[in-house]
């Protein structure tokens, strides 16, 4: 339900990668010139890295400058705290 809700605002981010097709696609287009590297790294465990008290606080932040119509952002935030 919470991803349903905040997906659209993720979608909209700049740095936002669809999924790793989009990816290799797109570093496919990358015209490579002498001296250029390219380097990549895949996360694991990703999430139990991030400090879920600071990521849930700038989230919050981040979301207050959205409408979820008649959802409290507090719902959506409770909602994220029980996923995180």
């Known amino acids: ?6 997906q659209p605002i993720a979608q ?3 740095s936002f990668i669809k999924n790793s097709t989009y990816l290799k696609n797109a570093i496919l287009k990358v015209q490579v010139v002498n001296r250029m590297l390219i380097f990549t790294a895949d996360a694991t465990a990703m999430y139990t890295n991030i400090p ?7 989230i ?3 979301l207050q400058r959205y409408d979820f119509g008649n959802i409290p952002l507090s719902v959506i935030m409770d909602t994220l705290t029980l996923v995180m």
């Open 1 to 6: 339900w919470v991803e349903r809700k905040i």
């Open 12 to 14: 909209q981010q700049p």
């Open 60 to 62: 919050g932040e981040y």
């Open 52 to 58: 879920t008290d600071i990521a849930l606080r700038i």
